[in-house]
């Protein structure tokens, strides 16, 4: 037996080109996408939602196409390089001669994925670009001109030339075998294929053929990013805000197209509803806007708290054992450190940093009228440390027989307050300036009674006089000369005293112990 054979004809070709750009999340929980192409000279790009990532993703790609040459006619499939399901077998072994299985000349092809996540350009045939659904021909590859007829002894003896490929001297038949038909490649559309991609948002179905484009892909989008907020275990209002911001921008485009009223009162009212979610965060957070992209970071963060440092002053000012503002300042610290359990630690230094005239007299008259229990003297509490501090008891603020005292905190929401009030009182400008027992507690009132924006009064209409001369335990003449000094110590700005009403604003600086009204 001879035999006799050529190169296989796969073995000289080459394999196929491919590339892909990938659209992924940039970051989680986040609208902004990393555009990014396989090929390494290309850099990623950040950008700042889906639909101008897919914009961006398709240019990419199309440019990239337009600076590729053609499909090479030599070239072979580069899916079949990467073993694809066109040609392995799922239920056996690997065909390891799949040349029949390709067929038609070599095509430049793209292909996408529904969700339009990627997009893949490859070099392959025209069965293998006919078997992705998604695949559509940008080129094709001219054919190879057919080989020159055999020359020499054989053809001069009128005898058919010898087929490629191996040849047995056992065959049947002296004819050449007939070679394989191969089918005939798949016409590449003239027509591009439309995309009839809809989806549905606030009850209404989005067009598939809205254009531009881009809009239509960011009203699909939202609605999906609404539907997987709802299934949220846990509010997240900062992202609430920037969806319902979003959509109020493509519902005011979508009305600009389409001309409807009802999109655009659709826009103002998502618009409301992404202030709203915002200014709701920044409460929850300690946060409120002060200028144009700028907050302010609270030490006492949240409604609740807020809340909570009002009702403590409330509860000292109906609750103070002895006349005068040095007695009421003793009460508010005092009170703050024993709130819950009506018991709690002080040292010395808690007492010797207010500004008291007689401290030794003030702690013996609170323990005289029953208001207050120390173990020993006052001399021993001003004397205590740190590291040995004095127990302390206010009868009044022992739960009673239920468990109820006159508080509903918690025990990690006391420290925060008692820290908010010293933080107040003990405000080194404030001490700076020898400020009194009465000026640290118009500090201490004006702070709990501020808008956002630090302004006095829930809308900037001030504060009641009566009530800040009640709270200072002052003469209604000595409030001028308590503001005056505020002023000073630039706790105050633009303070005007009327006849009935304080006006002004906090400082800048103290903004952060502020505790807005509702």
Request: aromatic letters at 4%; proline letters at 9%.
């Amino acid at each position: 037996m001879t035999v006799e054979g050529t190169v296989s004809g796969l073995e000289e070709r080459v394999v196929g080109r491919a590339w892909m750009v990938r659209l992924d999340p940039a970051d989680r929980g986040g609208a902004t996408v990393r555009v990014s192409c396989g090929r390494p000279a290309c850099a990623p790009q950040v950008l700042p939602s889906a639909a101008v990532g897919r914009t961006a993703a398709v240019a990419h790609l199309a440019s990239h196409l337009r600076a590729a040459s053609g499909p090479r006619p030599e070239a072979y499939c580069a899916c079949r390089a990467e073993e694809c399901h066109t040609h392995v077998r799922d239920d056996g072994p690997r065909d390891r001669t799949p040349a029949s299985r390709c067929g038609g000349p070599v095509v430049l092809a793209v292909i996408n994925d529904r969700q339009g996540r990627w997009w893949r350009a490859l070099e392959c045939c025209a069965r293998c670009a006919a078997a992705h659904p998604s695949a559509k021909i940008v080129a094709t590859a001219q054919a190879a001109a057919p080989p020159a007829p055999a020359t020499g002894a054989r053809a001069a003896a009128g005898r058919p030339p010898v087929p490629a490929g191996p040849q047995f001297s056992h065959a049947a038949s002296s004819e050449p075998p007939v070679p394989e038909s191969v089918p005939a490649p798949r016409t590449p559309r003239t027509k591009p294929r439309r995309n009839r991609r809809t989806g549905k948002i606030a009850q209404r179905f989005v067009p598939y053929d809205l254009h531009p484009i881009a809009l239509r892909d960011e009203l699909i989008e939202l609605g999906d990013l609404f539907r997987a907020y709802q299934q949220r275990p846990e509010p997240d209002l900062e992202e609430l805000a920037e969806l319902h911001a979003r959509k109020a921008k493509a519902f005011t485009t979508w009305a600009e197209v389409t001309g409807e009223t009802e999109l655009r009162l659709e826009a103002q009212r998502a618009e409301q509803a992404a202030a709203a979610a915002l200014l709701q965060h920044q409460q929850r957070t300690g946060q409120s806007p002060v200028g144009e992209g700028e907050v302010t970071n609270r030490l006492l963060p949240g409604l609740t708290q807020w809340e909570h440092a009002r009702t403590v002053l409330a509860h000292v000012a109906d609750h103070t054992p002895l006349p005068g503002p040095e007695a009421r300042l003793m009460a508010v610290v005092l009170t703050l450190r024993s709130a819950l359990t009506g018991t709690g630690n002080l040292v010395g230094q808690d007492v010797r940093g207010l500004p008291l005239t007689e401290p030794e007299e003030l702690i013996g008259r609170l323990v005289e009228c029953g208001w207050l229990s120390i173990p020993g003297t006052a001399d021993d509490l001003l004397a205590s440390r740190p590291e040995s501090p004095t127990p302390i008891t206010i009868p009044s603020l022992m739960p009673d027989e239920d468990g109820q005292g006159p508080f509903d905190f918690g025990r990690k929401t006391r420290p925060k307050l008692s820290g908010w009030a010293q933080r107040v009182i003990g405000d080194k400008k404030l001490r700076k300036k020898k400020t009194g027992a009465a000026t640290r507690l118009l500090a201490l009132a004006l702070a709990v009674r501020t808008g956002t924006d630090g302004r006095l009064g829930r809308e900037g209409e001030g504060v009641d006089l009566a009530v800040l001369t009640s709270w200072c335990a002052v003469e209604p003449g000595e409030l001028e000369a308590l503001v005056e000094q505020l002023t000073v110590a630039d706790w105050l700005e633009e303070a005007v005293v009327t006849d009935d009403r304080l006006t002004g604003r906090l400082a800048e600086r103290v903004m952060q112990v502020s505790c807005p009204l509702p």
